[in-house]
């Protein structure tokens, strides 16, 4: 066993006690088990020791499947003032000590800067930390760190009110989705859309069984000023009353942008209407055996898939899990803020394998038509927002949004395929809030119930 493996079953079995509940694990609904930890080179020497570790994860229910999930720690002494931390373990090399979340700890969000900062490699017993720098103009020494306190599936660190470093949990053998567009797209036309990459993080690390393992660790990018969340500042419009769809046009040509310096990452393909019709219909089965609510629409949704059978269409690299929530408004005057699209990693659901073959640009605009519908239902719903106004926002909002999408609108096979984007998102949203937000569920069953029928365009703005 190559000696850089923790062999602490001290902390070890801490991590292994923690994991279940952290908000960004995602086998929470399954039984799971940390076995091994792997310590890449520390990034100081003596104590507090600050430690970017792998857990190694394996599922009773799947005693193939492995998942490694990234754990930054911060090793102090166990009588620190900063407290004992997640707990007290014993280590082999440091002996007792307090284990610390390093995304919590300001010391170790100084020692982080400092790594990427630079661009390094460290290396220890067979494992290696890489730190790549892309761009470090905007960079200041000293740059205060805090651990980003907004709704995230991962963990950021936010430096100053210049860049943020985002740890990823789930790793993802090889190159990281996020990381890949920003390299592609940076520097290009759509660079104004995304955030500027400053660097990255990397590493490779032996397991137990002498297997090596290579991972992105973390992006590292500007942080963009005075950003507002798109599914808040949807709301918001929606209390105020205001007309969201100058904004939903914006939206349409960020993304149009967006997709065509997609193209350049991996070119053109074709997608089979065929193949995708019965990747559907899996899809909406497996989403029936979940949530039985979905029964009674399985019949007639099936057979509106059936409209994509005759049809090829193009394929490219898309965004993947385009919604509200990936987009945001940056700026605070009126006059010049405009959307950044964020967050290029796909549907959580999915394989890293799916979510990295090429797809149609129509699952990425009904996402966001998807989203919209949501904003006015949420507000129906949930803030007594007059419902006849609403829906005219959701309307209006969505064909302003496909508008400035197509340019020239779009033509007949277009249509259809977008209604079968909807269904398959619509039936996405289902599990996803079954499993997650079980009262959010209503959204998109009434959105499927509305797309059950027997047209199979795309109307507009209200299917
Ligand atoms: N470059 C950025 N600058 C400022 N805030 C950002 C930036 N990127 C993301 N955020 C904030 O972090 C939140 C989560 O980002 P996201 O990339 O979706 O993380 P995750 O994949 O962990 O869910 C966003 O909703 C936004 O509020
Ligand atoms: O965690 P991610 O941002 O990758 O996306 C997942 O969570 C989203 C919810 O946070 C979920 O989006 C669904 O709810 C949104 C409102 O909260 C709505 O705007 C989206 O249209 C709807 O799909 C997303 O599907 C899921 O992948």
């Known amino acids: 066993m190559p000696n850089h493996q923790s062999r602490l079953s001290g902390v070890t079995e801490l991590i292994g006690a923690k994991l279940p509940a952290a908000r960004w694990f995602a086998g929470r609904n399954r039984e799971a088990t940390v076995t091994g930890l792997t310590a890449l080179p520390a990034l100081t020497p003596d104590l507090p020791v600050v430690s970017l570790e792998i857990a190694e994860v394996r599922y009773a229910d799947d005693p193939d499947a492995m998942d490694h999930y990234l754990v930054p720690l911060c090793y102090r002494a166990p009588a620190d003032p900063a407290g004992p931390g997640l707990g007290i373990a014993e280590h082999p090399r440091l002996g007792p000590v307090g ?12 020692v982080l800067l400092d790594l990427v900062a630079s661009d390094r490699e460290l290396v220890s017993h067979g494992a290696s930390l890489r730190s790549h720098l892309v761009d470090g103009s905007a960079l200041r020494p000293g740059l205060p760190g805090r651990r ?3 709704e995230q599936s991962n963990t950021s660190l936010m430096f100053g009110d210049v860049a943020m470093l985002k740890f990823f949990r789930r790793l993802e053998a090889g190159d990281n989705l996020d990381i890949e567009v920003h390299r592609a797209l940076g520097g290009g036309p759509a660079a104004g859309r995304i955030a500027t990459l400053f660097g990255w993080l990397d590493a ?5 069984d002498g297997t090596i393992h290579e991972a992105d660790l973390a992006m590292f990018v500007e942080q963009l000023p005075h950003a507002v969340d798109g599914w808040d500042f949807a709301l918001d419009c929606l209390r105020r009353g205001e007309d969201f769809s100058a904004y939903a046009g914006s939206l349409g040509r960020a993304l149009r942008e967006v997709h065509d310096g997609l193209l350049g990452l991996g070119g053109a393909s074709v997608r089979d209407g065929v193949e995708e019709a019965a990747a559907m219909r899996t899809r909406l089965g497996t989403a029936v055996a979940e949530v039985d609510q979905l029964s009674a629409l399985h019949g007639a949704l099936d057979s509106r898939l059936s409209v994509l059978e005759p049809l090829d269409y193009p394929a490219q690299r898309v965004h993947g899990d385009f919604h509200l929530g990936q987009v945001l408004m940056v700026g605070r005057d009126p006059a010049t803020r405009s959307w950044r699209i964020i967050d290029f990693e796909g549907e959580p659901l999915k394989s890293f394998a799916e979510r990295r073959t090429p797809d149609t640009v129509w699952r990425d605009v009904a996402g966001m038509l998807r989203s919209l519908d949501y904003a006015g239902a949420y507000a129906i719903r949930h803030e007594q927002t007059d419902s006849a106004f609403a ?5 209006r909002a969505r064909e302003a949004f496909v508008a400035a999408y197509s340019e020239d609108g779009l033509d007949s096979d277009q249509q259809r395929i977008l209604r079968a984007y909807l269904i398959d998102k619509a039936v996405y949203e289902c599990r996803y809030e079954a499993r997650h937000r079980p009262e959010w569920l209503p959204i998109p069953l009434a959105a499927l119930a509305a797309l059950a029928g027997t047209d199979d365009t795309f109307d507009g703005g209200r299917k």
């Not at 490779?204 to 137990?208: F, G, H, K, Y």
């Not at 829906?391 to 309307?395: P, T």
């Open 391 to 395: 829906q005219e926002w959701v309307s």
């Open 148 to 150: 980003f306190g907004g």
């Open 204 to 208: 490779s690390w032996i397991d137990r």
């Open 99 to 110: 284990v610390h979340d390093a995304t919590a700890d300001p010391y170790a969000a100084d």
